[in-house]
């Protein structure tokens, strides 16, 4: 009998020539198995099961686990502002990790013995599905042809052409990870640290021009409507969002950071709906959160962020991180209203019953309900005695 293996299979050209490389040469009944995070459209996801079978695929299958990534992860990146950097909203990061969860459940279900997938190496991908598939399936061989022939682009298209698969993916500038959380663009003028992408990079166009309302509502820390329209699902709601801020060109960024391998990396990438999502949900929590909450969840949330990016998501202290991170979230409720333009947006305000803002003990620089001027004064006078007891010390130390 011929030995199973499952092949992580996204559409490109390193799955594919893996695909057509293991069934042909090595005699492998080959799975192509293709985990959707919320990134292929329907049309995408057909045109990959037809071309698995043209490449020798035994099977094909799609993995939706687009809900179950919200559910395990998602959710909880909303609930901490999660922004490497400060910056990049770590989609493709954390995608992968549930792209190859599922891969390895599939693999265990039809009793394969070998995974294969297409990262090369010198990215981060590789590190989040070998490690994914160790812990999950450490009894199966993990095949990573493109990486260890150190493959050029050219070396795979020639093969798939020379065995009666036409493959253009040689014309294409730009490679694209795409998922419900953003897209990342790879590649072109991204590999000259002088150079910016152009208007043509990106795969959504501004459309809209001037300025426009946008109020988003959240309950417990969940996206639950979109200018007063209820939605259940959330991510149906997401891909809202995503479609109302991406007319306007807002989430472009690029992102320079250190990969898991140790190397620097540079990443275009598109993202609206975490722009707009993350960006009024902190704003929420500056008016619902004690001053230490924010502080303590900031330093989880970086945490958090920082394993989901190092392949770290099944150490079981992000089991606890997600805890604290939901009992965070228990106040924070209402509304937020947002103003859009092309290319950015800004806060405008919140309508919230938990809104700390509103407080009976006073309103800042104006009025003090819960205090007198001599409380003020003595609060002040302790306030510096540290400083005072220095400085007495010390009176050089102020010149």
């Given at each position: 009998m011929k030995k199973k293996v499952v092949v992580a299979f996204s559409g490109g050209l390193d799955t594919s020539y893996t695909v057509?490389?293991?069934?042909?040469?090595?005699?492998?009944?080959?799975?192509?198995?293709?985990?959707?995070?919320?990134?292929?459209?329907?049309?995408?996801?057909?045109?990959?099961?037809?071309?698995?079978?043209?490449?020798?695929?035994?099977?094909?299958?799609?993995?939706?686990?687009?809900?179950?990534?919200?559910?395990?992860?998602?959710?909880?990146m909303i609930y901490g502002n999660v922004l490497r950097n400060g910056v990049y909203p770590i989609s493709v990061s954390s995608e992968r990790i549930f792209q190859g969860m599922a891969i390895a459940r599939y693999a265990k279900e039809i009793g394969a013995s070998a995974i294969a997938h297409g990262s090369t190496g010198a990215g981060n991908d590789q590190v989040r599905f070998d490690m994914t598939f160790l812990v999950m399936c450490p009894e199966m061989e993990i095949i990573t042809l493109t990486r260890d022939g150190n493959l050029t682009r050219k070396e795979e298209v020639d093969y798939l052409n020379a065995h009666g698969f036409d493959a253009d993916f040689a014309k294409l500038k730009y490679s694209y990870n795409v998922g419900i959380w953003g897209t990342s663009i790879c590649g072109g003028e991204i590999l000259d640290s002088a150079q910016g992408l152009p208007e043509s990079a990106y795969l959504?166009?501004?459309?809209?021009?001037?300025?426009?309302?946008?109020?988003?509502?959240?309950?417990?820390?969940?996206?639950?409507?979109?200018?007063?329209?209820?939605?259940?699902?959330?991510?149906?709601?997401?891909?809202?969002?995503?479609?109302?801020?991406?007319?306007?060109?807002?989430?472009?960024?690029?992102?320079?950071?250190?990969?898991?391998?140790?190397?620097?990396?540079?990443?275009?990438?598109?993202?609206?709906?975490?722009?707009?999502?993350?960006?009024?949900?902190?704003?929420?929590?500056?008016?619902?959160?004690?001053?230490?909450?924010?502080?303590?969840?900031?330093?989880?949330?970086?945490?958090?962020?920082?394993?989901?990016?190092?392949?770290?998501?099944?150490?079981?202290?992000?089991?606890?991180?997600?805890?604290?991170?939901?009992?965070?979230?228990?106040?924070?409720?209402?509304?937020?209203?947002?103003?859009?333009?092309?290319?950015?947006?800004?806060?405008?305000?919140?309508?919230?019953?938990?809104?700390?803002?509103?407080?009976?003990?006073?309103?800042?620089?104006?009025?003090?309900?819960?205090?007198?001027?001599?409380?003020?004064?003595g609060f002040i006078k302790v306030l510096s005695t540290p400083l005072r007891v220095f400085h007495a010390c010390h009176p050089e130390a102020g010149e």
């Open positions: 057509m490389y293991l069934a042909l040469e090595k005699g492998y009944e080959v799975y192509a198995a293709c985990a959707n995070t919320g990134g292929f459209s329907p049309e995408q996801l057909k045109q990959n099961e037809e071309n698995a079978y043209k490449l020798g695929a035994t099977k094909y299958v799609t993995l939706d686990v687009t809900r179950e990534y919200y559910d395990k992860s998602l959710k909880y959504k166009q501004v459309k809209k021009e001037g300025t426009e309302e946008l109020r988003l509502t959240f309950e417990q820390g969940e996206l639950k409507a979109i200018n007063g329209q209820r939605y259940d699902d959330p991510i149906a709601a997401i891909c809202k969002v995503e479609e109302i801020g991406a007319a306007y060109g807002i989430g472009r960024d690029m992102h320079v950071g250190d990969t898991i391998i140790g190397i620097k990396g540079r990443v275009g990438f598109e993202a609206a709906a975490p722009a707009l999502i993350i960006g009024a949900h902190r704003f929420l929590e500056k008016y619902t959160l004690s001053k230490w909450q924010q502080y303590w969840k900031d330093q989880v949330a970086n945490w958090y962020g920082m394993f989901l990016h190092e392949s770290q998501y099944l150490e079981p202290v992000m089991r606890d991180i997600e805890a604290m991170l939901t009992s965070s979230q228990r106040y924070v409720n209402g509304t937020v209203i947002l103003e859009l333009r092309p290319l950015g947006f800004h806060t405008v305000g919140v309508d919230s019953k938990d809104d700390l803002v509103k407080s009976k003990l006073g309103e800042y620089g104006e009025t003090q309900k819960g205090w007198t001027a001599d409380d003020a004064k």
